[in-house]
């Protein structure tokens, strides 16, 4: 089975558990920040993560990485309908390649926050993330929940489907 048909499979589970996502993720290729570069529509995998409700809740649409200095975390849709940056993580962020999971890869570091976004490649036009970080003081419990993971993807989109402001 391809990593894409992996993907698909695993996209269109209800409820996943962790080790099976994990090994997902460690046999993914390795992305390079200028490959990850553009805009991305963001989706998760349900573990019961409370990410997974947040995100919900702050109607998150996805990523812009517009440079490697120059990351929209949080693309969310506004109460018009138009999407803008979020900045409930106290800001934007910048990517850069570190070893997670005995690979070096991309990864997304918030500016404001103590959050690393882990990014290997399923294809040119999806990626997988795993959010990592420490605890930190805000409005959420835990990145890593009692060792669980938020694990999230990304499709590259070549526009947006709304204004961003």
């Not at 573990?47 to 975390?73: E, Q």
């Not at 990592?132 to 009692?146: L, T």
Request: charged share 30%; glycine share 8%; hydrophobic share 35%.
């Amino acid at each position: 089975m391809s990593a894409k048909e992996k993907f698909e499979q695993l996209k269109s589970t209800p409820l996943l558990k962790d080790d099976e996502l994990l090994a997902f993720f460690d046999s993914l290729e390795s992305v390079t920040p200028d490959q990850a570069l553009g805009r991305w529509k963001g989706g998760d995998f349900n573990t019961g993560h409370w990410g997974n409700a947040a995100l919900k809740a702050m109607k998150w649409y996805g990523k812009w990485y517009r440079s490697k200095l120059d990351a929209v975390p949080l693309v969310c849709y506004d109460e018009h309908g138009c999407l803008f940056s979020n900045k409930t993580m106290k800001g934007e962020a910048s990517l850069w390649e570190l070893e997670f999971r005995g690979k070096v890869s991309t990864t997304m570091i918030y500016d404001g926050v103590p959050i690393f976004d882990h990014l290997r490649k399923v294809d040119d036009n999806t990626l997988f993330g795993i959010m990592d970080g420490k605890s930190f003081e805000g409005p959420f419990p835990d990145i890593v929940d009692n060792g669980k993971y938020y694990f999230f993807y990304l499709e590259r989109v070549e526009s947006y489907p709304a204004e961003f402001v």
